[in-house]
């Protein structure tokens, strides 16, 4: 999709980290906007900011674990626009136990982001694909996944972006097999500057809470080391740029992650390749 001016583009968890750098992004290249977040405050915030910047805007309230507010989503993006073009399924969530093992973390957790990170962007497809395919012009789904996707953990949140990294490979393979003008990418970021380890804020209270301090002394340790990685890591500007390049250039990978995460990569993909036991991962 290589001409954004005047197009529209739909993104969820907006309203900050690199939802909105990727709304920016795209409000930049000339593009309409939808946002959508769970977080009212932080969604008006940012819908009035590119707003006074000159880009045209609509911001939904959307919890994305709730199919039906998504399809609602869809519809006033039709409504507001009259097309869609660009979907970018990027809402997530983590909890601090980010490095539990299987059996450690709660069912309330697996429940919470399974229901957000995998779900969330099932129901975006869902409610997207099908009309951006009908219209039949061209379109672009980005859906956000991690390092973690690519990479092997027993924890609710690598199982989900490993989730989000199957479907959106089936999806790219489904709409090229049917010579769609719709295509996809997986982004995986990899150490990003943002506050996804705050995400509890946003927790529904059926899902519970999960206090760090109840986590096992290691995963403690872990967690604490792992939010100073986060707050030397990169941009959501960066990872933005390179959604709006891969776009452009009809890219399915996005990985915007630093080099020693990208050789961790290559190792998992080749002990897979040669049938070879798994290499632990390294410390912090």
């Not at 039709?78 to 399924?89: I, P, R, S, T, Y």
């Not at 809470?209 to 096992?216: D, F, G, K, Y």
Request: overall charge neutral; glycine content about 8%.
């Amino acid at each position: 999709m290589q001409h954004l001016q005047g197009r529209v583009a739909v993104v969820t968890g907006a309203g900050s980290g690199i939802g909105l750098a990727m709304a920016r992004r795209f409000a930049q290249a000339g593009m309409k906007l939808v946002l959508a977040d769970i977080e009212q405050t932080a969604l008006d915030r940012a819908a009035a900011a590119l707003a006074s910047a000159g880009a045209q805007v609509r911001a939904v309230r959307v919890d994305v674990g709730e199919p039906a507010q998504v399809q609602a989503l869809a519809d006033q993006a039709w409504q507001a626009f009259g097309a869609v073009h660009l979907v970018c399924n990027n809402a997530g969530v983590a909890s601090p136990a980010l490095r539990t093992r299987a059996w450690e973390s709660t069912l309330a957790d697996w429940a919470w982001i399974l229901r957000v990170n995998l779900m969330g962007v099932l129901h975006g497809v869902r409610a997207f694909v099908p009309r951006m395919l009908e219209e039949g012009d061209e379109g672009h789904v980005v859906n956000t996944a991690s390092v973690a996707g690519l990479l092997t953990g027993a924890n609710p949140y690598h199982v989900s972006k490993h989730g989000v990294a199957c479907l959106t490979e089936g999806l790219y393979r489904d709409l090229r097999s049917m010579g769609a003008r719709v295509s996809a990418s997986v982004l995986c970021p990899g150490l990003i500057r943002t506050a996804i380890l705050d995400a509890e804020r946003n927790r529904p209270s059926e899902f519970g809470r999960t206090e760090l301090q109840a986590l096992p002394q290691d995963v403690q340790r872990w967690a604490e080391g792992f939010r100073r990685l986060l707050e030397g890591g990169y941009e959501p500007e960066a990872v933005a740029d390179a959604v709006h390049d891969a776009v452009v250039a009809d890219r399915y990978y996005i990985i915007p992650a630093q080099p020693s995460l990208q050789e961790l990569i290559r190792v998992r993909m080749q002990d897979i390749v040669e049938q070879r036991n798994p290499t632990l991962p390294p410390p912090i």
